[in-house]
């Protein structure tokens, strides 16, 4: 089956041909540089962003997969959470392309799609196992009993762990998506320069990085009265350190707690590269294995939307023409 997928939540317009489910024949991603300047998302922006280019993204995808509409035989699309005005120009298209083809589409839950990100990367990797779903949006603890059933562990009470990175990166003025800038600059710094606050919120699976996130805050305020020096990269790194901490640490806990052996780490934030190293050393401690997919398939793509409607398609799924964007769409 060629499937085409169709990605649009937040600033990245994507669009992917994917066969069975498996092969990835074409993956076109165009993220939205005019965010640059505000240090984040604009959600009005990023949807007249959308409208100019999910014409020419899909054509690409479809060259670069040589094949032409008439053999796409199913269509997937994002439907939520995400943006709103960001979601419904790819889902928009996904209808109009879906009727004027005769072909089935299907919304895809984003969370549901970031999990088959693994199973792309890691065919043999059979379910069960947890999943942390880490990016600008999302930290959410996943038990995944099987492809399409799902038991939500714990997720972000406040700011995603992503969020976080973009806010601190804007506070430090080292550039957006803060994510990439402080995982490059951290690699210079001391990490433990300064022991920012862990919420570990004992007792639960849940995470809070809203405190961290003020506590880095008032530490640069208090610098700064102080006509201190101010060392970027050792508060980048020292702060890095403290989500890092609380991510691998919840997620291994939820691992021995649902007696699982092997964990997936999936999202953007999954391309950190001491968040990976970390993981790798405490897994291999408790003799744990983790996962993770490559770096194209952790942000925001169309290829996991693809593989993930493909398996839905196949059990006879099928979306209506009045299928609406859900911003604040939950994965069960």
């Known amino acids: 089956m060629l499937v085409l997928g169709i990605e649009t939540s937040c600033d990245e317009t994507a669009a992917s041909v994917v066969k069975d489910g498996k092969k990835i024949l074409s993956n076109i991603i165009y993220s939205q540089l005019v965010h640059e300047k505000y240090g984040g998302v604009v959600p009005e922006l990023a949807s007249r962003e959308h409208i100019r280019t999910i014409i020419p993204i899909v054509q690409s995808a479809l060259k670069k997969a040589k094949v032409s509409k008439k053999q796409i035989e199913g269509i997937a699309v994002t439907y939520g959470p995400g943006l709103v005005g960001s979601l419904l120009i790819g ?28 199973f792309l990367e890691h065919p043999r990797l059979k379910p069960p196992f947890i999943c942390l779903i880490v990016s600008g949006g999302h930290s959410e603890l996943i038990l995944v009993k099987n492809k399409g059933d799902y038991h939500i562990l714990g997720r972000t009470k406040d ?56 506590a880095v805050a008032l530490y640069v305020s208090k610098r700064l009265s102080q006509n201190s020096d101010f060392p970027t990269t050792d508060i980048a790194a020292s702060f890095q350190e403290a989500v890092v901490d609380v991510l691998v640490e919840k997620t291994i806990k939820a691992a021995l707690s649902e007696n699982v052996k092997k964990i997936a780490c999936v999202g953007g934030v999954a391309r950190n590269s001491r968040l990976r190293k970390e993981f790798k050393k405490r897994c291999k401690d408790k003799n744990l294995k983790v996962f993770f997919p490559s770096s194209i398939l952790c942000t925001d793509n169309a290829v996991m939307i693809a593989a993930c409607g493909d398996f839905h398609l196949r059990r006879g799924e099928r979306s ?9 769409a939950e994965l069960i």
């Not at 990166?169 to 402080?182: D, F, R, S």
């Open 320 to 328: 209506s023409l009045d299928l609406n964007a859900v911003p604040y």
């Open 91 to 118: 889902l928009s298209f996904a209808k109009a392309l879906s009727y004027s083809l005769g072909i089935p589409f299907l919304g895809i839950n984003h969370l549901e799609g970031h999990i088959f990100s693994i």
């Open 159 to 214: 700011d995603a762990a992503g969020e976080a990175f973009d806010k601190v990166a804007k506070l430090l003025n080292i550039g957006y998506p803060g994510g990439p800038a402080i995982d490059k600059l951290s690699q210079k710094g001391n990490r433990n320069f300064f022991r920012f606050p862990r919420a570990f919120l004992k007792g639960s699976f849940d995470f809070s990085f809203s405190g961290l996130k003020t």
